[in-house]
């Protein structure tokens, strides 16, 4: 199968379109011939090894990569099942976690993947696991959004902000986008009530507060973001980090869980958990007409590296989405 693999830590550039084989499946995997996979910030982190302290405690590779093919998660089509795999079969339209995603096949876990809503394409489907689920935790379990209260969500035209404005939407609180000017209209489309463009306007200046700040974009210091907020609001941070940082993103974590206990306000970081139970509920939203995937562009396969940059330039519209087969 022709799959994007890596030898080494580095730019997306380390990426090599070649053709390797099969992953092989055990009693509780799927193999998936997949259609379409994700293209997430967290890629282009494991890809470079970056936050260094990732290699050391997360799995990644301490040297070189553990996982020889990129990729995190995906839509496609089962072709084969484990011995012990239950509810599944070949032919099933699924979407989830995928070990290997950048990959014409790739293996994944039974119970980390769900049936694709039939009313999306491939390219919709895939955009949905990581950016989705990573939505819903921040907007609805780690934030408790209420109906009535004013949300607003920094960087609400990316992938995850696009998914917790409609979310929050959903949820009747009354929302206000971050974004820049040309992504104005698109996210008063989605649902927010309000937006602010970064560019002419400063969302911290205090004349105007939330009960819950959703911070994607980390281009605010958190004084600021506190500024913002009411005096008992809650902050949920997910904020990406650059290349090369020792901590990356964990700083940000470790800023915010020191400052939580001191202050009224709740600061929250947000940590990567990914759980069957959100997904299907970010499916059942979509089979509600209550969210739908905002597609920036599409990559060949081969074009991976590409599309990993365009994500790292930190400006896409939505969701990058890689199309395989």
């Not at 070990?99 to 394409?121: C, S, W």
């Not at 964990?250 to 959100?278: F, K, N, Y």
């Not at 209550?290 to 590296?305: E, K, Q």
Request: one cysteine or more; proline letters at 5%.
């Amino acid at each position: 199968m022709k799959a994007m693999v890596q030898e080494r830590f580095g730019p997306p550039d380390v990426l090599q379109f070649v053709d390797t084989d099969l992953p092989r499946i055990g009693p509780d995997d799927v193999l998936v011939r997949v259609h379409a996979a994700a293209v997430n910030p967290y890629d282009w982190h494991m890809v470079r090894g970056d936050p260094y302290i990732a290699r050391l405690v997360g799995g990644v590779g301490l040297t070189r990569p553990k996982q020889r093919v990129a990729g995190v998660d995906g839509a496609g089509e089962v072709v084969a099942v484990g011995a012990d795999v239950r509810g599944l079969r070949s032919g099933d339209h699924v979407l989830g976690w995928f070990d290997g995603a950048f990959a014409e096949y790739a293996r994944a876990a039974a119970d980390r993947i769900v049936p694709k809503p039939g009313g999306l394409t491939f390219e919709q489907a895939a955009a949905l696991p990581m950016a989705g689920q990573t939505a819903l935790r921040a907007i609805r379990d780690v934030g408790e959004v209420r109906a009535g209260q004013r949300v607003l969500v920094n960087g609400a035209a990316g992938g995850v902000g696009s998914f917790a404005v409609q979310i929050a939407a959903a949820l009747g609180a009354e929302i206000t986008g971050v974004c820049s000017t040309r992504n104005v209209e698109l996210v008063h489309a989605i649902g927010a009530a309000h937006v602010i463009d970064y560019t002419a306007a400063d969302f911290t200046s205090g004349c105007t507060r939330y009960d819950v700040i959703l911070d994607n974009a980390g281009s605010q210091p958190l004084t600021r973001l506190r500024r913002a907020l009411t005096p008992t609001g809650t902050l949920v941070v997910n904020a990406g980090g650059s290349p090369g940082h020792l901590l990356g993103p964990i700083a940000s974590v470790l800023r915010v869980a020191a400052l939580d206990g001191l202050v009224r306000q709740r600061l929250r970081p947000l940590s990567s958990t990914w759980t069957r139970e959100h997904l299907l509920t970010v499916t059942d939203l979509v089979e509600a007409g209550r969210l739908a995937p905002v597609l920036d562009r599409t990559f060949a396969l081969a074009d991976t590296a590409a599309a990993l940059r365009h994500v790292e330039n930190g400006h896409a519209r939505g969701k990058v989405v890689i199309t395989i087969t």
